[in-house]
């Protein structure tokens, strides 16, 4: 137990320490500018890792904690959820549904910004209901986002409503893991917190849907109705049955990857009973050492976003273990001094927590018996206390391209062909809910709007 906490030395103090993060930092902008997929995060994580090397003292200490950053519990979570989502989405691409509900949201007229809007609210609804950002991506994505594409709206605003909406749902749902967290780690009811919060997601997510209607790209109508015509089939509306089964049971707060499978089970039933899919279709080994099929496609075409997770949450092990929440902790205390630099410094304090390890429930834990404490001492409400550390997850977070926010959703995109493809970086600046509810937290803190004495 005690080597599992042991802290790793680094050469040249603190910039030893923060290289790896300096590295990470530096190829991430790298990729960004260069217009990179997913891989160009994956070499950004892997070089972080390997450059770190040079600068630990203890090279043994270093690799523990790469170790022990894969141990964690929601590693193996978020990366089978990866892999089952990346199953079920192809379930119903590669059916025929998606082009089916196009050609009739094209013939309804319900295109363009309209379409990004409602797919917004949707996802705001389903994220709310579910508790789970990354579990709602997995069920939004793969019909919501094509269909919009293909009924005229841009790949990287319908991208930007369903992140938009996945963040309101985090933020505000009573049953998702941050709203917990952050309740319980300040002593405050449940129910309240999601009640004062209201003040702040409501206001962020009516400004997200003005912008959404005003500023969302569209693309020639004419051409997606053309190229949709013709390809309804409206049998193929029975693996809908993917979805509807998957959002029931995470409602009925089933376990993710449960909810997951019961997915690609209704769905690979209905497919092979209606005639949508036959069983070589799904799985088929066709001789010469190979396997061919919808299902092994689908695992297949998760490596590189597994790879980065891989690299990802190995990199939040080294993190944790070099001491750079207690630093952020430090700050904190150092920080705070009035009511209003007090929460200042909780808002700079979750935000940086939060983009390091990509995590919000991760950061608030870490910062929690801290802002606890110095929030009473400076006069802060526990109510305010805990909307102040959700509020800055879902917008440091949800804004930082390399956390799972931005990858997964861009990982998805690119299922559909190039064509549709939306590059981790540009996410962020189409996330219009977590962008106004950095506004939301500005004007908050500086005018005291929503404080309670």
């Not at 996802?123 to 594409?149: D, E, K, N, R």
């Not at 910062?367 to 550390?389: F, H, P, S, T, W």
Request: charged share 10%; glycine share 10%; net charge neutral.
């Amino acid at each position: 137990m005690e080597q599992k906490k042991k802290r790793i030395e680094f050469r040249f103090g603190k910039f030893g320490k923060l290289a790896p993060l300096i590295v990470a930092a530096a190829m991430i902008l790298w990729a960004a500018f260069s217009q990179s997929n997913v891989n160009g995060y994956v070499l950004a994580f892997f070089a972080a890792l390997v450059a770190g090397v040079l600068f630990a003292k203890d090279e043994k200490a270093y690799g523990e904690a790469l170790v022990y950053g894969l141990s964690k519990p929601m590693f193996g979570v978020i990366v089978m959820a990866v892999i089952l989502a990346a199953i079920s989405g192809k379930l119903i691409s590669a059916s025929g549904v998606v082009q089916t509900i196009a050609v009739y949201v094209v013939a309804a007229g319900f295109t363009g910004k309209l379409f990004v809007a409602a797919s917004f609210l949707i996802t705001c609804l389903l994220a709310f209901a579910t508790g789970t950002s990354v579990g709602t991506y997995f069920v939004v994505i793969p019909i919501l986002f094509p269909v919009g594409v293909m009924a005229g709206a841009a790949p990287e605003f319908m991208i930007g409503a369903i992140v938009s909406g996945a963040a309101f749902g985090d933020n505000l749902g009573p049953i998702s893991d941050t709203t917990i967290a952050s309740s319980a780690t300040q002593h405050a009811d449940l129910g309240t917190v999601v009640k004062t919060r209201m003040r702040y997601s409501l206001p962020a997510a009516a400004g997200a849907l003005v912008l959404f209607l005003l500023f969302s790209k569209t693309t020639d109508d004419g051409a997606i109705t053309s190229s949709a015509a013709g390809t309804a089939k409206p049998i193929s509306l029975v693996m809908l049955v993917v979805p509807a089964v998957i959002i029931v049971l995470c409602m009925m707060r089933m376990h993710l990857i449960t909810a997951l499978s019961w997915g690609i089970l209704a769905g690979c039933a209905g497919g092979l009973l209606f005639g949508i899919y036959t069983v070589e279709g799904l799985i088929s080994f066709p001789g010469g050492f190979s396997v061919s099929g919808a299902i092994i496609e689908a695992i297949s075409g998760t490596a590189g976003t597994v790879v980065m997770l891989i690299a990802v949450f190995a990199l939040l092990g080294v993190v944790e273990r070099s001491g750079v929440f207690e630093d952020v902790g430090v700050f904190l205390e150092r920080f705070a001094r009035s009511e209003r630099s007090t929460e200042t410094a909780i808002v700079l304090a979750a935000g940086i927590l939060s983009m390091v390890t990509g995590v919000i429930s991760v950061a608030i834990v870490a910062l929690g018996d801290l802002v606890n404490e110095i929030g009473e001492k400076a006069g802060v409400d526990k109510y305010r206390r805990a909307n102040l550390l959700d509020c800055t997850g879902c917008v440091f977070c949800f804004l930082a391209p390399w956390t799972v926010h931005c990858v997964i959703p861009a990982q998805q995109s690119a299922q559909f062909g190039e064509g549709f493809a939306v590059a981790p970086a540009s996410i962020p600046f189409v996330n219009f809910y977590s962008i106004c509810m950095m506004v939301m937290l500005a004007v908050a803190v500086i005018t005291g709007y929503g404080r309670k004495h």
